[in-house]
């Protein structure tokens, strides 16, 4: 199911990217990339969760005019703790998630060109989820799914942006809640 769902992603990677040519509006086209932290909120139904840590995400982004683009991110959670069974004496689980999305992302109108505000939705693959008991792995997986967000970018100078986003991936028995905030260059 992993080599699959690497499969769609690839493709769809490759054709969004023969596809900018097509809808590029080259007065208001760029290339962005960029890293923030991610403070993260992992929750599960079936344990409580210790959320401290921090993680990153790296991204690319290409706009394609004022109101369209594609972004390509990897992001790495914190290691998250919780208890195995919380009713009953059990040990302690640490979970971690890395991968990649693929979001469109639109643009919302505004009056001004030094803030961007954006709503996002895609496809992220987690290939590779640890799952920890008493600080030995017991479970390494793939997970993935739909991804959501939103957000905001505002140019400090005609390169370099600060951007500040929140998203939400749905992943198998729990929900991953991240606030991102960071940095862009802008070409």
Not at 31 to 41: A, M, Q, T
Not at 70 to 78: A, D, R, T
Not at 112 to 133: C, M, P, S, W
Request: a negative charge; aromatic letters at 12%.
């Amino acid at each position: 199911m992993g080599n699959l769902a690497m499969n769609r992603t690839a493709i769809a990677v490759l054709l969004l990217t023969l596809s900018c040519n097509v809808i590029a509006d080259n007065d208001d086209a760029e290339w962005r990339i960029g890293g923030s932290l991610s403070f993260s909120d992992y929750q599960r139904d079936d344990q409580s969760v210790d959320n401290d840590g921090v993680g990153f995400e790296i991204f690319g982004q290409y706009k394609f005019n004022s109101w369209l683009g594609v972004e390509g991110s990897f992001y790495s959670s914190p290691e998250f703790k919780g208890d195995a069974n919380p009713n009953a004496a059990g040990g302690e689980t640490e979970t971690s998630y890395q991968g990649v999305a693929l979001n469109a992302i639109g643009y919302l109108p505004i009056p001004t060109e030094r803030l961007d505000l954006f709503l996002k939705a895609g496809y992220f693959n987690f290939f590779d989820v640890n799952l920890k008991v008493d600080g030995r792995t017991t479970d390494t997986s793939s997970d993935d799914g739909l991804a959501l967000g939103a957000g905001a970018s505002v140019a400090a100078t005609d390169n370099i942006g600060i951007r500040a986003e929140f998203d939400w991936y749905d992943v198998a028995g729990a929900e991953l809640w991240t606030i991102d905030i960071g940095i862009e260059y802008r070409f």
